[in-house]
């Protein structure tokens, strides 16, 4: 219908939100991540609690990811560096997703993450070890998941990758997320090692910092007019 409608297929395929525009939205853009993945609003209170949590746990200012709700789909990386080229952004955390079945035995999605940009989309709180040592086979694991797998710093982890079989990590990072946000996705690698693994030039979600003095209004309004923009010529890819 949008299509019908004039916008672009850029402006269809993708959405730009402010992360506390609802939880109920947040749940849907985060669920890669694994925040908040199921949200059951039962009263006003319950949401203002569940978006202090957010405010807290989410430092980022805008949100780019796919509509629909398949955590898989991807989009150019060449949306990335267009966003990433505005005057009004600072900076861009590149995030992209990888099935797996972890240590545990269950299917569940690893995160790839950029060490020096991973601020951006999640306030981490008594990290032990350190994000910047998440390069080639490097993970961070959520504090919860290395109690109940009893991993620690400098041990080694298999999980099963979907379609390219079993891979070996070692654990460079244990972390909790600020707020007290629970996370079913507790597998961060190096999103270089994802690409790797995929070889893939796609991403999965944009987690955008607003340049000084910008608005997040006007943040999430300049990346919705480059999205829309003629100039577009990639395509999005699934």
């Known amino acids: 219908a949008s299509m019908a409608c004039g916008a672009s297929r850029w402006q269809t395929a993708l959405r ?3 992360p506390t525009a609802s939880a109920g939205i947040f749940s849907a853009l ?19 609690t569940i978006l202090e949590a957010v405010e807290e746990a989410f430092t980022g200012d805008a949100i780019v990811q796919p509509t629909g709700f398949n955590v898989f789909s991807g989009f150019s990386t060449e949306v990335g560096d267009r966003v990433e080229a505005l005057p009004e952004v ?4 590149r995030l992209t997703y990888l099935p797996i079945t972890d240590a545990s035995g269950i299917p569940n999605v690893a995160v790839g993450i950029e060490p020096d940009t991973i601020d951006l989309a999640i306030n981490f709180e008594d990290v032990e070890g350190s994000w910047s040592d998440v390069v080639g086979d490097g993970l961070a694991l959520q504090r919860i998941e290395a109690d109940n797998t ?3 710093i400098g041990d080694e982890v298999t999980l099963d990758i979907i379609g390219d079989g079993e891979r070996t990590f070692v654990v460079r990072a244990i972390f909790d997320i600020g707020g007290g946000v629970s996370d079913s996705q507790s597998w961060y690698i190096n999103y270089e090692t994802v ?16 340049a000084e003095g910008v608005d997040p209004d006007a943040l999430v309004e300049a990346i919705n007019a480059e999205l829309r923009s003629e100039e577009h010529t990639s395509e999005l890819q699934s």
């Open 90 to 93: 600072d900076r861009v955390a």
């Open 16 to 18: 730009v939100v402010m």
């Open 195 to 210: 690409r790797e693994i995929n070889d893939q030039t796609t991403d999965n979600s944009l987690i955008v910092a607003a």
């Open 150 to 152: 009893g991993l620690g």
């Open 30 to 48: 985060m669920i890669g991540l694994g925040l908040v993945a199921t949200v059951a609003i039962l009263s006003t209170s319950v949401e203002d």
